[in-house]
């Protein structure tokens, strides 16, 4: 049984992943851990195009192709799977993912797919495998699917979230060529599900509001096994990795007793309300190097309007912990949240110059369909582009706001993007370029003509920079 498993190529601006793709790799684990199963996975991002991925598919002869879709750039996705469907007719294609689930009722109206997969996907792609194998068609016991039976589609009842994680097979990072991403990191996720009601996220539809976590001991075997293929850089992919502060300082503890070399980094964010100066500690003897905060915005009547469940002196305190215990530390702020306004917006971009922070990024809010932000929207602002076309044309990196309001104008929206860049953009070339280079590297950014010109070439230096930075920081000299 030959399952082929795609990451369709969305990057948009961003010319080349960073890591590989966590859910196909947790997909590809669970299938191999079944006799007689054969796994591939190709991600295009890396450079492949339709025309080789056909040919990929021509060669393997599976007998089920598996898509992962987001929302951004979905339309890509679906051209991808029309290429496929057209030219292997007799294959199932079975499709899963955050826009998958998001858009169950209409998802197989609106592609070629045959069989979309709700919610987590790990047992019921083992599931349809095994009907196939059987040469059977009949997925009526599959909880948690959608799919065409000859007179209509069909949609099983939801599958249950997995409780216990540490049944699940580790993923298979190695089926990708790990030398091409751009750092070799290994991504970790030690947790799913998220308790926030955060306004604009979209998490919960996939994975839930319950935090349900793998056991320390089975994380930490996860590190080890990587750690002793050679890896020493791993990225936690959690959305709330500290959410129980005692689980945390445990695989800490499991780390440090250990005496394993490695640096790791928080970059997908941890809440700035649970922290404590003994978990920052730990995390900082176990290796940990960096950690984003998703701060959104430093005005307190913006927090409460998103539903962050955060106050000012909340982040400021977990700002300061950072810095106690000697951790390099991100903020990550929205422009044009709810209730926003650009004397709003001016709190954060204050508060993110005197913050200390090692990186700063500044987004324009993107309204997810969905979410109650993208509710929130349509009732009280206007949206400047339709959902179809803002979410398969723009990006985040983007100026122009998607939607505006009375009390933030689109042009005040731009102008508080174009102030936050700067900021941005600034640190990112001291980071890397060094301070005397810096102002040059900005001022070319800066001007789209010779940004067209140097784009390519910069890519390719900060490339480089950045694996020598990696390479320094694993082995301890930074």
């Keep these: 049984m030959k399952t082929l498993l795609i990451i369709p190529d969305i990057q948009g601006k961003y010319f080349k992943p960073g890591q590989p793709h966590v859910g196909i790799a947790y997909l590809a684990g669970a299938l191999t851990q079944q006799d ?3 796994v591939k996975v190709v991600d295009m991002r890396l450079g492949i195009n339709v025309a080789d991925l056909l040919k990929k598919i021509a060669e393997y002869k599976p007998s089920l192709i598996g898509i992962t879709i987001t929302t951004l750039n979905y339309l890509k996705s679906y ?5 496929i469907k057209n030219q292997f007719q007799q294959i199932p294609v079975i499709i899963g993912g955050p826009h ?63 409780a216990c994680l540490d049944t699940l097979s580790f993923p298979r990072y190695d089926l990708s060529p790990l030398g091409k991403y751009i750092d070799n990191k290994i991504p970790i996720l030690t947790s799913r599900g998220c308790p926030g009601r955060c306004v604009y996220c979209s998490v919960n539809s996939l994975f839930g509001r319950a935090f349900r976590s793998r056991s320390p001991e089975n994380v930490f075997a996860e590190i080890r096994f990587w750690h002793e293929k050679g890896f020493k850089y791993f990225i936690i992919n959690d959305d709330c990795f500290t959410a129980a502060i005692p689980r945390a300082e445990e695989i800490c503890d499991l780390i440090i007793r250990h005496r394993l070399k490695i640096r790791w980094e928080c970059r997908n ?43 000012i002196s909340q982040a400021q305190e977990a700002i300061g912990i950072m810095k106690d215990v000697g951790i390099d530390f991100g903020l990550f702020f929205m422009i044009g949240t709810p209730d926003d306004s650009f004397n709003n917006f001016l709190d954060s971009y204050n508060f993110a110059k005197k913050s200390g922070a090692q990186e700063v990024r500044f987004y324009n809010a993107l ?34 706001p998607v939607f505006e309001t009375h009390a933030f104008p689109k042009e005040e ?21 060094g301070r005397f280079l810096a102002p040059f590297c900005w001022s ?15 890519e390719l230096i900060w490339m480089l920079l950045r694996k020598r930075l990696l390479r320094k920081t694993v082995l301890g000299k930074v």
Aim: aromatic letters at 12%.
């Design 36 to 38: 007689g199963f054969d």
């Design 79 to 83: 051209k991808l799977i029309y290429s």
């Design 100 to 162: 998958v689930t998001t858009f169950a009722t209409t998802i197989l109206q609106e592609t070629k797919a045959d069989l979309a997969v709700i919610g987590e996907g790990e047992k019921t792609i083992v599931e349809v495998a095994k009907i196939i194998q059987q040469n059977s068609i009949n997925f009526e016991r599959v909880a948690g699917l959608i799919w065409r039976d000859p007179q209509t589609i069909r949609i099983n009842p939801a599958r249950k979230p997995e």
């Design 269 to 311: 964010g941890i809440r700035m309300d649970r922290l404590n100066h003994s978990l920052a500690t730990k995390m900082k003897q176990a290796g940990c190097c960096f950690v984003a905060f998703g701060l959104e915005s430093a005005n307190q009547e913006n927090l409460n309007a998103m539903r962050k469940g955060l106050t």
């Design 367 to 400: 309204p997810y369909p969905g979410t109650s932000f993208f509710d929130w929207v349509s009732k009280h602002g206007t949206f400047l582009f339709p959902a179809e076309e803002y979410l398969n044309s723009l990006d985040r990196w983007d100026e122009m």
């Design 413 to 433: 929206r731009i102008k508080a993007f174009r102030m936050g860049e700067e900021l941005v953009m600034s640190a990112f070339f001291r980071k890397y370029f």
């Design 444 to 458: 070319v950014y800066r001007n789209k003509l010779l940004r067209s010109v140097f784009q390519k070439p910069g």
